[in-house]
């Protein structure tokens, strides 16, 4: 089965980096989209920022400036570096991926995934 692997999570202080990196592996998959979300405790899942299959980008307003998505479509692997980070980028962290996926009985079919969360402390 199609999955998606994050890794990069972790404590950092106040004004530093991280980069968070997301895998898809698996089963034959065409990734289109792919993108970050994070989740805060008490809140709504929301978007930080979203990458295509031909590079065009889009970032929530809270992370402009300071937050850089990429990705390799060769490795299907998408990337977001974070920099100059706040005590509110605090959450746990989501990659999300959409394409098709090559089956056996149906053909092509469109699926979207998501990671199991990467943790992200931002404290002094």
């Known amino acids: 089965q199609v999955q998606l692997v994050e890794s990069g999570g972790g404590l950092v202080q106040p004004g530093g980096s991280l980069r968070l990196s997301c895998a898809a592996s698996g089963s034959i998959f065409s990734i289109n989209s792919m993108g970050w979300y994070r989740q805060a405790p008490g809140k709504e899942r929301e978007l930080v920022a979203t990458?295509?299959?031909?590079?065009?980008?889009n970032y929530a307003d809270s992370v402009k400036g300071r937050f850089t998505i990429s990705r390799d479509n060769a490795k299907n692997t998408v990337y977001l570096q974070m920099n100059s980070l706040k005590p509110e980028d605090t959450a746990v962290y989501y990659c999300?991926?959409?394409?098709?996926?090559?089956?056996?009985?149906?053909?092509?079919?469109?699926?979207?995934?998501w990671g199991q969360g990467t943790l992200v402390t931002v404290s002094s």
């Open positions: 999300y991926a959409d394409g098709t996926q090559l089956t056996p009985q149906y053909g092509y079919r469109y699926r979207e995934l």
């Open positions: 990458i295509t299959i031909g590079r065009s980008t």
